[in-house]
């Protein structure tokens, strides 16, 4: 059988389970049919053989236990997968949350951005018309009150004529649409900037929540209600624990079987680790909303220092801090969607804890099966072993190719990937599922590059005598109890099961499975280059023909006309002779120089009334070859 047959197959599979579910009443995912299919081929106990295709009595005994499994509403086993798949499918990281819910804005926005971007509005009528949808556009876009509201828009209104008055409207249609779409994001920073500022001065802010009060009051609950369910979650596991070893060493009691126990304490831990996720990321909005906190008021006062009683400030210095004002703003806004996403994942995924909550109610257990019990919480247990008499010593295990790790001498020790999310693999193997938590500070072994933390010194001990064994053992757990290998990543080890979680410090639970798929490409076989000249011409009356048609073009000009629906885009086009190098030759200037005459006259003035006057002449000039 061919992959494409294999996989028509399955899917037709997966068609009939999920109708055969429809019809008595449980509608079901075909993420987790698809998954519930695996889980039961993956059983030993179903006797599958993988090796070979499936025979119809095959298909149909597939199709039986998946229904049965399915249909089973009181299995801790299926809460636990259905809580996986939920997690799966609605939870990822922080940044990516984010970007799906910008992403969904936007894509609201489009239609509104449109129409801006594409209006033609010439009339006066059509112009005001524009202007409002520009106001219902930045209003949407920032968040800060309904366009449906007459103040809000009044006052959102007043601070767009600040920075954009309808007389640049204008110059706005003669933008291009990106440009347009560019300018409308500004426009909308700038007027939820002003608005914010308007109100932190108390002279606006209609329709605008007080975000940073509302975070300051919704993370603290929304961290104490996931504390609070974490708590009784562990209650309920540290019971489930105590009970499952009782019954490990004595005859088990009157009761639950042991393999329900298991399943339900499975599902409290699996409930456990997603609840310390969702835990994470609200200590993360909270630590948020404090910087952010310590960003606003240090803006708010730059602002009220720039601005002060200034009649008139630069748009320079002014608009920027607008700007990072409505980023900071936007900046809260996210972590309120985030934080409202967070609460409704904790709430969804209480109902897949309520099946083994209402089996082993506290009705049930504290008077019939905890009496005499001592239950111990995981705290207790790793304080037990934190004595340095219970800590490992690598000269009492003389077993080769296994290495002891401690945090004296080990760099990053509280961040090795432990196997098993930190479980103790010992207890794992021995008891058949029982979920201990480890210490790991009693001594971590590695073995084959893998690092493993057991809850004590002689579990250490039995494990590092034949590691392969338990290894081997928790495989054949996880096939009977295939929630298993997501809460405790065998994804390695199971390749038939598409894995949803990843490392514990990436803060990612869900991994997407590696798509692929058949694709080709086609290439010529041999290469023609082409040496084709266009304006090669054979014909000597064609070239004649040319060369006039460009001499009568020396003597022609270029005309155009200009309609009102061209003046936007008219080609301008000048033609000219182009400029020649020319000379001209001059007469020149010829001079020579000669002495400048220079004559003086003495015995003008005379020597009296009785005395002739006596006029002598001087010649002064100066000589040819003296000058």
């Given amino acids: ?81 259905k809580m996986q798949v939920y997690f799966d499918m609605n939870y990822t990281t922080r940044s990516d949350f984010l970007e799906e819910h910008r992403r969904v804005l936007e894509s609201r926005l489009q239609p509104v951005v449109r129409e801006i971007t594409d209006s033609r509005a010439r009339t006066r009528e059509e112009l005001e018309s524009l202007y409002r949808k520009i106001v219902s ?20 209104t007043a601070a767009l004529q600040s920075v954009f008055p309808q007389t640049e409207l204008g110059s706005f249609m003669n933008l291009t649409k990106r440009d347009k779409e ?55 596991a540290y019971k489930y624990t105590a009970l499952i070893e009782e019954m490990h060493k004595k005859q088990p009691r009157e009761g639950p079987s042991i393999q329900l126990l298991k399943e339900s304490l499975i599902n409290t831990r699996q409930h456990e680790a997603f609840l310390r996720i969702i835990l994470n990321d609200v200590i993360s909005c909270a630590q948020q909303v404090e910087l952010l906190e310590n960003q606003l008021a240090t803006r708010m006062e730059q602002l009220q220092a720039t601005v002060q009683s200034k009649t008139a400030v630069p748009t320079a210095q002014v608009y920027p801090q607008f700007i990072h004002l409505a ?8 972590e309120m969607v985030l934080l409202s996403v967070l609460s409704n994942i904790l709430a969804s995924l209480e109902p897949f804890t309520r099946g083994h909550k209402e089996l082993f109610s506290d009705d049930v257990l504290n008077p019939y099966l905890l009496a005499g019990l001592e239950i111990v919480t995981d705290e207790e247990r790793i304080q037990a072993t934190a004595v340095p ?110 894995p949803y979680s990843q490392g514990r410090d990436a803060g ?38 040319k060369a006039m048609k460009l001499a009568n073009l020396r003597t022609r000009i270029t005309t155009s006309m200009q309609t009102n629906l061209s003046n936007i885009r008219r080609d301008n086009t000048t033609q000219v002779y182009p400029l020649k190098d020319t000379d001209t030759q001059t007469k020149t200037d010829g001079y020579s120089n ?3 005459p220079q004559v003086f006259l003495a015995g003008l003035r005379g020597g009296g009334m009785g005395v002739p006057t006596v006029m002598t002449k001087v010649d002064l000039t100066i000589d040819v070859d003296q000058t």
């Fill in 1 to 81: 059988m061919s992959r494409a047959q294999a996989e028509s197959v399955i899917k037709n599979i997966i068609r009939e389970i999920s109708q055969e579910c429809a019809s008595k009443g449980q509608a079901v995912s075909e993420t987790l049919v698809a998954f519930m299919v695996k889980a039961v081929v993956l059983n030993p106990a179903n006797q599958f053989n993988v090796d070979r295709t499936l025979t119809k009595d095959d298909v149909q005994k597939l199709i039986r236990l998946c229904v049965e499994r399915l249909m089973d509403n009181r299995s801790a086993a299926l809460d636990t997968v």
């Fill in 137 to 156: 556009a930045v209003l949407l876009r920032s968040g800060l009150g309904s366009p449906t509201d007459i103040a809000v828009v009044r006052e959102a």
């Fill in 182 to 236: 560019r300018q409308l994001l500004e426009l909308t920073m700038i007027v939820t900037g002003i608005r914010l500022f308007n109100k932190e001065c108390g002279k606006g802010g209609e329709g605008i929540d007080d975000l940073p009060a509302i975070l300051n009051e919704a993370v603290p609950a929304t961290t104490q209600s996931v504390d609070s369910e974490i708590q009784s979650t562990l209650k309920s």
């Fill in 327 to 334: 980023q900071l703003w936007s900046g809260f806004q996210d």
């Fill in 389 to 498: 008499e219970q800590r490992v010593n690598p000269k009492d295990f003389r077993v080769e190719n296994r290495e002891w790790l401690f945090r004296e001498t080990t760099k990053n020790f509280s961040k090795l990937p432990l196997m098993y999310k930190g479980y103790c693999a010992y207890t794992l193997g021995k008891y058949d599922r029982l979920l201990v938590p480890a210490n790991p500070e009693i001594g971590v072994m590695r073995y084959r590059d893998h690092y493993y933390a057991f809850s004590n010194k002689e579990a250490a001990y039995e494990f590092s005598q034949s590691p392969q064994e338990f290894i081997q053992l928790v495989a054949e757990g996880a096939k009977r109890s295939p929630e298993l290998i997501q809460l405790l990543e065998l994804h390695t080890q199971f390749s038939t099961i598409t």
């Fill in 508 to 545: 990612k639970m869900v991994e997407k499975p590696v798509t692929k798929c058949e694709s080709g490409t086609q290439t010529d076989t041999h290469f023609i280059d082409s040496n084709i000249v266009r304006s090669y011409e054979w014909n000597e009356w064609e070239l004649r023909r």
């Fill in 594 to 596: 000669v002495p400048q």
